[in-house]
């Protein structure tokens, strides 16, 4: 039970990491520095968020999903869920801070990516609403065990 519950931590974490990562690169396109020296390249920086945080976090909640699915976890469940409103929550944010971005910034990666990851959060959420229904099972009670000695 352990191994779920620690692998859906790191997965909730990611997913924070994911919204801070995209709403603090969408703030510096809106406001870059004057002195900017290194032009910044939006599509690199989204690609690699999107492999080191967002990507090993659905791995990571899928994993935890099908671990505890045998046996229906509450606090999964609700960190399930809690990731996936992290991801809508902060992409309908990012999508609000598209119209601030710099023309030059504005590629088709940056604007494909709020409205990607706000439809991928919605099964992430329903995923945590099925574990929820999934009632603890008890053990069955077995009568006639022929493994007890008594003949």
Same mark, same amino acid.
């Given at each position: 039970m352990a191994l779920e519950k620690y692998t859906m931590i790191a997965g909730l974490a990611l997913f924070v990491f994911f919204v801070a990562e995209i709403i603090t690169l969408f703030n510096y396109m809106?406001?870059?520095p004057a002195d900017q020296f290194v032009a910044v390249e939006p599509e690199p920086k989204i690609f690699q968020f999107i492999s080191l945080s967002i990507a090993p976090a659905l791995i990571m909640t899928g994993m935890s999903f =099908?671990?505890?699915k045998k046996y229906g976890s509450k606090h999964i469940a609700i960190a399930i869920i809690g990731g996936g409103l992290i991801? =809508?929550?902060g992409m309908i944010y990012a999508n609000t801070m598209l119209e601030d971005i710099e023309e030059q910034y504005l590629v088709d990666t940056v604007k494909i990516t709020p409205p990607l990851f706000m439809g991928i959060s919605i099964p992430v959420i329903v995923l945590g609403f099925i574990l929820l229904r999934i009632k603890k099972q008890k053990p069955r009670k077995r009568y006639y065990d022929d493994s007890s000695g008594i003949v």
């Open positions: 809106s406001t870059p =099908l671990l505890a991801v =809508l929550c």
